[in-house]
């Protein structure tokens, strides 16, 4: 997102956000095809870590460092506020999976998966943040 968000100034690298992104839609593949519960509990682990800034322990994170500098693409700055609001977003998504798997409702883990499949798969192809353009709209409407 271009607009200058005036609650942080702090930046993201919209290029690890998408890396990331096409780690998290692997991931919800894999668990729709499973029903493994630990990979729900990874994605909660991951947005855990970096949504509390641990990202040095994020292996979605490193990971996505690593895959940027083996293709070599270079880093693209943008304000952090928007992608961390689609942060919570997924963080929040990743508790309901692991509560619904956990207390035995798959079906509604299984919506919750598929929501955040289809989040993460947008940022993957087109570089389109759900959670940023949500944000965009509650700071137009004065929500947040």
């Given at each position: 997102m271009s607009v200058s968000c005036p609650i942080s100034q702090r930046r993201v690298d919209t290029q690890v956000v998408r890396a990331i992104s096409v780690l998290i839609t692997?991931?919800?593949?894999?668990?729709?095809?499973?029903?493994?519960?630990?990979?729900?509990?990874?994605?909660?682990?991951?947005?855990?870590?970096?949504?509390?800034?641990?990202?040095?322990f994020s292996p979605f994170f490193q990971l996505s460092l690593v895959i940027l500098r083996i293709l070599n693409i270079q880093p693209r700055m943008s304000d952090e506020a928007p992608k961390r609001f689609a942060l919570y977003l997924?963080?929040?998504?990743?508790?309901?999976?692991?509560?619904?798997?956990?207390?035995?409702?798959?079906?509604?883990?299984?919506?919750?998966?598929?929501?955040?499949?289809?989040?993460?798969?947008?940022?993957?192809?087109?570089?389109?943040?759900?959670?940023?353009?949500?944000?965009?709209?509650?700071?137009i409407f004065k929500i947040l």
């Open positions: 692997i991931t919800a593949v894999l668990f729709l095809l499973t029903s493994n519960i630990f990979l729900a509990y990874l994605l909660l682990i991951d947005f855990s870590l970096r949504l509390f800034r641990k990202n040095n997924g963080w929040s998504m990743s508790i309901m999976i692991v509560l619904f798997v956990a207390f035995g409702t798959a079906k509604l883990a299984t919506i919750f998966i598929a929501i955040l499949f289809l989040c993460s798969s947008l940022e993957m192809l087109f570089e389109f943040c759900v959670g940023c353009k949500i944000y965009h709209y509650l700071k």
